[in-house]
């Protein structure tokens, strides 16, 4: 089975185009179930958040081709989408995934949120049978690569997120949040993240509002915040100095008309937005105004990148981990590959003990069963010492993932391309071919 994984993230495509493809959680079961009746793809699974969409799928024959699937799903022109695609087989592949899940490909490197998106699509390609024995040995891998690079690392060490890269760019454009009345315009884990942050840096008040009016009672609640029903939100925006949404919304929220009345109720006093949501909750001529400054998510990848320069360090430190772990992973992987060759390996040795026993069969049937027993057990054991060394010449190459050896052990068992190291069987010494072996024979008796 072959790996492939094809995407795009914030490094490759603008929000113009990943919000096209962007997969609400509610639909992600039946996206993922039309990968995997897409041609070729036998496991798949899809990973869909702000930042990026990757599909991650195993085949056996002819590549997938997974823009056609994007191009089917989503009516995006697959010509102006392949330019912005990645691809990445077999070991770059796992790479990758591993990198991604451990936070080295996050627009802010080290934000603890991709692994949990990681796990969350990882249940629901499980939930819908789109994970077999390759997709779960390459996700668990990742996992606990994942894993070791938190331990191992302080990249984790300081809260980072899309959302605290939003706070923080609050904070530049006003100096000090101080006394500033922020609207947190969703109730979701970003916008949690927020509130926590914003109090942290001094925020004045908190206004929340959400389509479910319960949730946003419950943040509120959190944080001491105050709830402006959803029906309310475009008549009483205004009244913040920030504005961050990040909702679900599949179309824009606020829109130009909405930003007017909002300069107009505020005497034309400025207007900060900040929208993290993908696909966008706010429509991008707003920025065109006097007096509205909107930043969306891919704004915030200038502010992301002056973090990074202090994660560096921790960064190779990860980077050296997610080697070694993929390192295991391969050779765990390769070590169950190895598998039906064993098996081949002894069945074809078997094969050949049985054709010698055909070829004596004439000689020894005057044995008593006892002597043949005694011939059954020397037989076996001679086949049992001589497959030993090869036995284990096998297991080490695949533990040390030296496929050169191993493709040597194999060919050098079967040189004419039979099934395992069996040759051309010898004729026997009786009349016809169809004699019993001895063990058969011997169970007549």
């Known amino acids: 089975m072959k790996i492939l994984l094809t995407g795009l993230n914030h490094k490759t495509a603008p929000v113009e185009l ?21 041609p070729g793809v036998r496991e798949g699974l899809i990973l869909s958040t702000c930042n990026r969409v990757e599909l991650l799928v195993c085949y056996e024959d002819s590549e997938p081709e997974l823009a056609g699937y994007l191009n089917q799903r989503f009516t995006v022109d697959v010509h102006s989408l392949r330019p912005h695609l990645y691809h990445h087989r077999e070991t770059d592949a796992a790479r990758h995934l591993f990198r991604v899940a ?11 949120q991709i692994l949990g998106q990681v796990k969350e699509s990882y249940t629901v390609a499980r939930s819908v049978g789109a994970v077999g024995g390759h997709l779960e040995r390459l996700l668990q891998g990742a996992f606990a690569a994942a894993k070791k690079v938190r331990t191992e690392t302080q990249i984790g060490s300081s809260s980072v997120s899309i ?15 101080e006394g500033k009345r922020v609207l947190l315009v969703g109730a979701g884990k970003m916008s949690e993240l927020a509130a926590r942050h914003l109090l942290q840096q001094g925020a004045g008040s908190l206004l929340i509002s959400n389509r479910t009016y319960e949730r946003a009672v419950h943040l509120a609640q959190k944080f001491d915040g105050h709830v402006i029903r959803f029906d309310d939100l475009h008549a009483r925006a205004d009244e913040a100095d920030i504005v961050i949404t990040s909702t679900g919304s599949t179309e824009f929220i606020f829109r130009t008309p909405h930003a007017q009345q909002f300069l107009h109720r505020r005497r034309n006093r400025p207007m900060f937005i900040i929208d993290i949501a993908v696909p966008r909750d706010v429509d991008p001529d707003v920025n065109r105004l006097d007096g509205i400054f909107l930043y969306d998510i891919d704004d915030l990848q200038s502010v992301a990148a002056s973090n990074l320069s202090d994660r560096a360090r921790e960064a190779q430190k990860a980077e050296a981990i997610l080697e ?33 026993l055909r070829r004596a069969h004439s000689r020894l049937q005057s044995l008593t069963p006892a002597q043949l027993d005694a011939v059954e057990a020397v037989t076996r054991g001679l086949v049992n010492k001589f497959l030993h060394q090869p036995l284990r010449a096998l ?5 040390h993932g030296d496929l050169a050896a191993i493709e040597a052990i194999r060919a050098a068992f079967a040189p004419n391309g039979n099934r395992g190291m069996a040759g051309p069987e010898p004729p026997t010494d009786v009349a016809g071919s169809d004699e019993p ?9």
Do not use: C, W
Request: proline letters at 3%; aromatic letters at 2%; glycine letters at 2%.
């Open 324 to 356: 070694q772990e993929l390192a295991r992973y391969q050779r765990r992987v390769e070590s169950l590959d190895i598998v039906p060759a064993l098996v081949d390996l002894q069945a074809a040795a078997e094969d050949m003990r049985q054709a010698e």
């Open 437 to 445: 072996t001895l063990t058969a024979k011997r169970r007549n008796d």
């Open 163 to 177: 959302a605290s890269v939003a706070v923080d760019l609050a904070r530049k454009i006003f100096g000090s949040l």
């Open 102 to 112: 451990a936070s080295l490909d996050s627009m802010v490197v080290g934000e603890p």
């Open 395 to 399: 297991k080490n190459a695949a533990q």
């Open 18 to 38: 990943r919000e096209r493809l962007a997969i609400a959680p509610e639909r992600l079961a039946e996206e993922i179930r039309a990968l995997l009746v897409h």
